[in-house]
């Protein structure tokens, strides 16, 4: 099982603030098969990046992922109002899928 | 545009079967190359993949779950489902299904149905 950690476990930021949120996993992923989802609450997670580094579809240009192997990170360039919310990395080259446990993203 | 249905009994007693459907609707549940998930999320939470159906009926489970997991498919139907059996209140959660396909994450999710476990 490939497990996925997340840093920092809460993140404390003003809008128009840049966040840069860390995914490791403790083993390497293959073909950089790692994605990021946005949750808020009481909604199901929203697809932002596949491929470590692909915006999904709708996704605004203020997202964006970087990585590969086993260090991946999620970078926010601006902070919306919208954006605050927990996000998950989660790891698609295995047939065990797995997520991190989440990084909130909290107004400061 | 495809869409997924969460469906089951939002209360379940200790020790009993957990029993969830997902409806799929805007494509067939039997075309394309997909796998069709199950995921959980315990309130404050985080997400836990509990396993998935291919379009070939072939099935992979969490091994943490794997010994009281059934998930199994109703093409015509155009449904999935998921079964837990000797569930605890630690199986207390929102439950979504949801779709993903080799090489690609999960790009459609139902809105998920919370079910609990008590007495």
């Known amino acids: 099982e490939i497990v996925l950690t997340q840093s920092p476990g809460t993140l404390s930021l003003s809008p128009g603030e840049r966040a840069t949120l860390s995914c490791r996993a403790s083993?390497?992923?293959?073909?950089?098969?790692l994605a990021w989802y946005q949750q808020k609450p009481g909604q199901a997670p929203r697809l932002l990046i596949y491929g470590a580094s692909s915006r999904a579809t709708g996704i605004p240009d203020r997202f964006s992922g970087s990585g590969s192997g086993t260090d991946f990170t999620l970078t926010i360039s601006r902070l919306e109002p919208e954006d605050f919310a927990v996000y998950y990395c989660?790891?698609?080259?295995?047939?065990?899928?797995?997520f991190g446990q989440g990084t909130k993203v909290e107004i400061k | 545009q495809v869409q997924l249905q969460e469906s089951g009994p939002g209360l379940v007693k200790p020790s009993q079967t957990l029993s969830l459907t997902c409806t799929v609707s805007?494509?067939?549940?039997?075309?394309?190359?997909?796998?069709w998930s199950w995921i959980r999320q315990p309130a404050g939470k985080g997400l836990e993949w509990i396993g998935r159906?291919?379009?070939?009926?072939?099935?992979n489970y969490n091994p943490s779950l794997k010994s009281r997991v059934t998930i199994s498919v109703d093409t015509s139907k155009n449904q999935f489902s998921l079964k837990l059996s000797s569930v605890t209140a630690a199986d207390t959660a929102v439950y979504y299904c949801?779709?993903?396909?080799?090489?690609?994450?999960?790009?459609?999710w139902g809105q998920g149905t919370l079910v609990t476990v008590s007495s």
């Open positions: 949801a779709r993903d396909r080799p090489g690609w994450p999960f790009d459609y």
């Open positions: 805007g494509g067939s549940i039997s075309s394309g190359s997909y796998y």
């Open positions: 083993q390497s992923v293959s073909s950089s098969y």
């Open positions: 159906i291919y379009t070939s009926g072939s099935t």
């Open positions: 989660q790891q698609y080259g295995s047939s065990l899928r797995t």
